[in-house]
């Protein structure tokens, strides 16, 4: 659930809003700001000039969609006015950015007038590849988006009409193919006459359903020629039938629903044909549950808009790569074959093994194509590819495409310009749903942990449990706003654990200083209590340390959990996510001054972090010289260390010592190193002592378009992980999901007695 003050905090903060512009290229000199202005800009203009063509050779337009809307259709608000449409649209820049990598400006246009509307976008048809119409009222939207579609000589999509359409038809698509009907042949209702029903009943007309076998219904009933209600749009599938939703949907092999939470119920999915299918589209809340569809019918094929649900139906699924495939191709428009191609597309590859990246992300679920696998999941990469190519080879075959394409090339092109990071996270964090551990934080009033914990039980990937005193948490919770739901309270002072705590801690700390009364008191300190709440097994993992300096929180806790069995020393990894590839940096965080075999060990316990979280690891030991380049003893130490690692590891691909800049620029290690054992970029950085590494990752975070993850502790016992001063909520969340994954991996390898010492060591 997305609570208010989350998303406010969210679109707020230091930077109001979600998106910024950014130069591509260098505008740092003098010479490169006349390159870049006068009078070196008149150059490309002047080609331009000659050839309008080559406005997508010399600028951003080829790649730059304009999202449009006038805010009198916002999803739950209505009519609210284009100011207020903003942030729907800056998310849907976000949305084109992250998914397919395309440009956007948002524009907000005031004004309900079609002509000024119409008359507005398409005098601004020289700046933009596309545009892309978004919560506009219908009728006017229609008009809006007929009328520009005729004249504009560049794509235009309107994402409410075929954004779910597209998805509903591939999912159909497949359903039908399992109910082994014919479309020519099926009965179809839609409840719904607005811009999304409209739109599947336009596609679903495409597809091929015959005009007489779709009935249309709103709010009125029956959409028939005899209502003087109706717009033009409308009155193109007005038909003659029974007049009440109940009674047309008895005997129909297929009911889609674009109108409203809860208007169908279990007795009209019972009055269907054999095998019925059932799209439930309605946001926020389908039509009928999920859950209730199937169960009035055993043999139902069922598809919500809910993305917890089975062949979640949603947006994300099209519109980013209808776009894709349309700007690659310099289309002059959308056809509604291009829109069949992209639904085609769709539904080829849920028929396909699921990749394992995909499996891996929920949990190693096993996905068959079926009644409840009719679509791709929308972290699946593929979809990026098949259906962009669908739709760019589709403009083609149509005539509509302004340049070639060469569908080998057109895949590798794809796969460079979204590179590895793509929905790293989220991956993550739908793995890390599958097991939802329990959770300790020591600093139970501190606002950002308070925070951290309603994302947990949000995402669903963590059950937290708060240290401290009751009414405090509670009071602190009661600032922020926050019912505390999901979280359990344990004051450690107060808690039926703390002797048995106590006495576990002298065992363990007993020729180390400690007597009873001083275990007793250390127990008061809500770090050491998460500790040993970890390592007694009441709680899989802690995060903490953030109102505490990191050196001395990670001594309380290695007190208690030291190192895992054949482990020298604890390290640490921190993810580092660029719109290009994921990167894991070691140590940035622990070991000051590690030997050649602290730098073997950081090496091999970041590489098996990385596969874990589905990387094939790539060790690059970073020094200040390239192979042996300066005789030194730091070169020789990170040398040593490359081969001690090799030895453990003789299938790792490593290689050291590098320099950082040669780990990451192929063309030089082809040049000058041909002998290097990185065929691609390395992704595991070793740096060669933690001032090397801090400062690297402190230089990234400050002046890098870098997001950072950790510090993610290795090589520990049991699960724990400390952070830094002032970390935010959202840090904390990031690294609670992979700390989950790893503890559900260390939880599985301690029930299977591969790994994990028994508490008394």
Do not use: W
């Not at 009409?161 to 399992?178: E, K, P, Q, R």
């Not at 065992?507 to 007694?536: E, N, Q, S, Y």
């Amino acid at each position: 659930m997305i609570r208010g003050d989350d998303a406010l905090r969210y679109h707020g903060g230091d930077r109001p809003g979600k998106v910024e512009v950014k130069a591509t290229k260098p505008c740092l000199s003098p010479r490169e700001i006349r390159l870049a202005y006068l009078p070196g800009a008149t150059h490309p203009a002047a080609e331009i000039a000659r050839d309008p063509a080559a406005s997508y050779r010399y600028t951003a337009r080829g790649n730059l969609v304009a999202v449009v809307s006038n805010g009198t259709a916002v999803p739950g608000l209505g009519a609210v006015g284009a100011a207020a449409a903003k942030p729907l649209q800056e998310g849907m820049a976000v949305l084109f950015k992250t998914l397919a990598d395309i440009d956007v400006f948002d524009l907000e246009l005031d004004t309900e007038d079609v002509e000024q509307f119409v008359g507005a976008i398409r005098m601004l048809e020289p700046t933009f590849g596309a545009v892309n119409l978004k919560d506009v009222r219908a009728p006017e939207g229609l008009a809006i988006y007929d009328r520009l579609a005729e004249t504009m000589h560049i794509p235009v999509f309107h994402e409410n009409l075929y954004g779910t359409a597209v998805v509903a038809t591939a999912a159909l698509i497949n359903a039908l193919d399992l109910a082994a009907k014919r479309l020519a042949q099926v009965r179809a209702v839609i409840c719904g006459a607005g811009t999304v029903g409209l739109g599947c009943a336009r596609l679903l007309s495409a597809l091929g359903l015959p005009a007489e076998n779709l009935l249309l219904y709103d709010v009125k009933g029956l959409v028939h020629p005899e209502r003087e209600d109706l717009n033009p749009y409308q009155r193109l599938f007005a038909r003659h039938g029974p007049r009440t939703l109940a009674e047309g949907v008895a005997g129909a092999d297929v009911l889609l629903g674009a109108a409203a939470g809860g208007i169908f119920d279990k007795e009209m999915v019972r009055s269907m044909a054999r095998f019925p299918v059932v799209l439930a589209l309605a946001m926020p809340d389908p039509e009928i549950d999920y859950q209730a569809a199937r169960a009035a019918r055993r043999d139902a094929i069922v598809a919500t808009s809910r993305s917890q649900d089975p062949n979640a139906v949603v947006d994300l699924l099209s519109f980013p790569y209808i776009l894709r495939g349309a700007l690659d191709v310099r289309a002059s428009r959308i056809s509604l074959g291009m829109l069949l191609a992209a639904a085609r597309a769709l539904a080829e590859l849920a028929r396909e093994e699921v990749t394992e990246e995909v499996s891996r992300a929920y949990g190693d679920a096993t996905f068959t194509f079926g009644p409840e696998y009719l679509l791709p999941k929308p972290i699946d990469a593929r979809i990026l590819i098949r259906e962009s190519r669908a739709v760019a080879r589709q403009a083609v075959e149509e005539g509509l495409a302004g340049v070639p394409f060469g569908a080998e090339g057109y895949e590798g092109a794809l796969n460079v310009r979204m590179g590895t990071a793509r929905g790293f996270m989220r991956r993550i964090i739908l793995k890390a749903r599958q097991h939802r551990c329990r959770l300790v934080i020591p600093d139970g009033t501190d606002e950002s942990a308070l925070r951290a914990c309603r994302l947990l039980v949000g995402e669903g990937i963590a059950s937290p449990v708060l240290l401290g005193r009751e009414e405090e948490i509670r009071a602190a919770a009661q600032r922020l706003g926050h019912e505390l739901e999901g979280v359990t309270l344990v004051d450690p002072a107060r808690s039926p654990s703390l002797e048995a705590y106590a006495e576990e801690y002298l065992r363990l700390r007993a020729r180390r200083g400690v007597m009873p009364d001083l275990a007793r008191k250390r127990l008061a300190d809500p770090v050491t209590f998460a500790a040993l709440m970890v390592h007694a097994g009441d709680a899989d993992m802690m995060i903490g340390g953030g109102q505490v300096h990191f050196a001395e929180s990670m001594r309380k806790v290695l007190e208690v959990i030291g190192p895992t069995p054949g482990v020298r020393r604890v390290s640490s990894v921190h993810l580092v996510l660029r719109p290009r590839g994921t990167y894991l940096m070691a140590d940035c965080a622990i070991n000051i001054a590690p030997g050649a075999e602290d730098l073997a060990e950081i090496a091999l316990l970041s590489a098996g972090l990385a596969r874990l979280l589905g990387i094939e690891p790539r060790v690059a030991m970073l020094s200040f010289s390239n192979y042996g380049g300066v005789e030194h003893p730091l070169a020789r130490r990170v040398r040593q260390a490359t081969d001690l690692a090799r030895q453990r590891a003789p299938d790792l691909v490593i290689d050291g010592e590098i320099q950082l800049a040669t780990a990451l620029d192929e063309a030089t290690r082809r040049r000058y190193f041909p002998f290097s054992e990185l065929r691609q970029d390395a992704n595991v950085l070793v740096f060669p002592d933690l001032q090397a590494g801090t400062l690297a990752l402190h230089l990234l975070q400050k002046l890098g378009d870098a997001v950072t993850v950790g510090p993610i502790l290795t090589g520990t016992r049991r699960p724990f992980h400390v952070l830094q001063h002032a970390s935010t909520a959202e840090e904390l969340f990031h690294v609670a999901a992979v700390g989950v994954v790893q503890a559900a991996e260390q939880k599985m390898l301690r029930s299977e007695g591969a790994a994990g010492p028994p508490l008394d060591e």
